[in-house]
């Protein structure tokens, strides 16, 4: 006898929002880098979620490297280097600066106007001190950009990474200043994509991620014990990417 489509889709969509939830306690920090995630605090923690659709949402979170599942432990909040988080800030700066001046060459008039609603929403985010609905507008406005280039295999590794390191590039926003600056310069990205001044775009994304990734870098490294710092702090060359 087969499952009822409709009910498939009810545990398929109840993954998805424990997933969404597990990821938002990763990227926050709630739950920590090489943390194990106990199911039944989880199941406790979000009332009337069974360990089924938890342990499946596991399964998801591990596709985007943001877990780690190991035999006889469980799920582990996966924990990246200095160096790992560095290089892969480095590809992202390296596909972005390829996907700028294409993607103000093709995007339309209505691919603007959805960066154009994403980023007012952001910028609402922002006023409100909404730090997780702020950040993923901002991730989504990137993608937007990247996506507007017209090339689905640079679009799809993008996003891969991005989904990766997104625990890391979230904590650059915890400095006020930071955050600030960051939403002055989305502004002035939205200008240039607007005008579709492809050099110009590319340029700011490149200085965008290098001044976000110095202030990540500051913040991750309190979260580690000193050895661990001096071990794990990112090269001359891989700070300065972009």
């Not at 988080?85 to 294409?102: D, M, P, S």
């Not at 200008?191 to 492809?198: D, E, K, P, T």
């Amino acid at each position: 006898m087969t499952d009822n489509p409709k009910s498939a889709t009810t545990r398929g969509s109840g993954t998805l929002l424990v997933a969404d939830r597990l990821r938002e306690l990763i990227v926050s920090a709630d739950l920590k880098p090489g943390e194990r995630i106990s199911e039944r605090l989880m199941c406790e923690k979000m009332e009337g979620v069974s360990r089924t659709p938890l342990r499946e949402a596991f399964k998801v979170l591990a596709a985007e490297g943001l877990v780690t599942i190991l035999p006889n432990r469980g799920a582990i909040v996966t924990a990246l280097s200095m160096e790992e988080i560095a290089a892969a800030i480095e590809v992202l700066v390296g596909l972005e600066a390829l996907a700028a001046e294409r993607a103000c060459e093709r995007i339309t008039d209505a691919q603007i106007a959805e960066v154009v609603q994403l980023h007012a929403k952001m910028e609402e985010a922002f006023a409100a001190g909404e730090l997780m609905p702020y950040f993923r507008l901002n991730q989504a406005i990137h993608q937007h950009i990247v996506d507007a280039a017209g090339n689905p295999v640079l679009s799809r590794i993008y996003a891969v990474e991005c989904k990766r390191i997104q625990r890391y590039r979230y904590a650059g926003n915890l400095e006020p200043q930071r955050w600030a600056s960051a939403v002055e310069e989305h502004r002035a990205m939205l200008q240039a994509l607007r005008n579709r001044s492809g050099a110009v775009l590319r340029e700011m994304l490149r200085e965008h991620h290098h001044r976000g990734w110095a202030t990540s870098s500051a913040v991750l490294q309190k979260d580690w014990p000193a050895e661990e710092v001096t071990k794990r702090r990112p090269s001359r060359k891989s700070a300065a990417v972009g």
